[in-house]
């Protein structure tokens, strides 16, 4: 009875090397993502949506633009009647593994 045990552990053992062997493989081979293009450039949303009038940000400072790293960015503030929208979008082409989106938690203050 305990050689059946020992095999079964064996078994279990060997299960868990195999699948822990494969994620380490699939983490390895998704690190290599070829970057993304944009169908279009973010300049091309329209300037009025639904009602809504927008005016240009002033241009990110050169300090946030290098912490930030976005291939391509739009800041706007669509305004109707009493209504104000501020918009902002970060395009990246590429994200590298161990690097992640920055959080509106931790960005935006």
Same mark, same amino acid.
């Given at each position: 009875?305990?050689?059946?045990?020992?095999?079964g552990?064996?078994?279990?053992?060997?299960?868990?090397?195999?699948?822990?062997?494969?994620?380490?493989?699939?983490?390895?081979?998704?690190s290599?993502?070829h970057?993304?293009?944009?169908?279009?450039?973010?300049?091309?949303?329209?300037?009025?949506?639904?009602?809504?009038?927008?005016?240009?940000?002033? &241009?990110?400072?050169?300090?946030?633009?290098?912490?930030?790293?976005?291939?391509?960015?739009?800041?706007?503030?669509?305004?109707k009647?009493?209504?104000?929208?501020?918009?902002?979008?970060a395009?990246?082409?590429?994200?590298?593994a161990?690097?992640?989106?920055?959080?509106?938690?931790?960005?935006? &203050?």
């Amino acid at each position: 009875m305990s050689g059946l045990r020992r095999r079964g552990a064996t078994g279990h053992a060997v299960c868990v090397f195999l699948l822990l062997t494969s994620t380490l493989i699939a983490a390895k081979l998704t690190s290599y993502r070829h970057p993304g293009i944009l169908g279009q450039s973010l300049d091309t949303i329209p300037y009025e949506l639904a009602g809504f009038i927008a005016t240009a940000n002033p &241009p990110l400072q050169e300090g946030v633009l290098k912490e930030l790293k976005a291939t391509s960015y739009i800041a706007r503030t669509y305004r109707k009647r009493d209504l104000d929208a501020d918009v902002f979008v970060a395009y990246y082409a590429q994200q590298r593994a161990g690097e992640s989106m920055h959080s509106p938690k931790h960005c935006l &203050p």
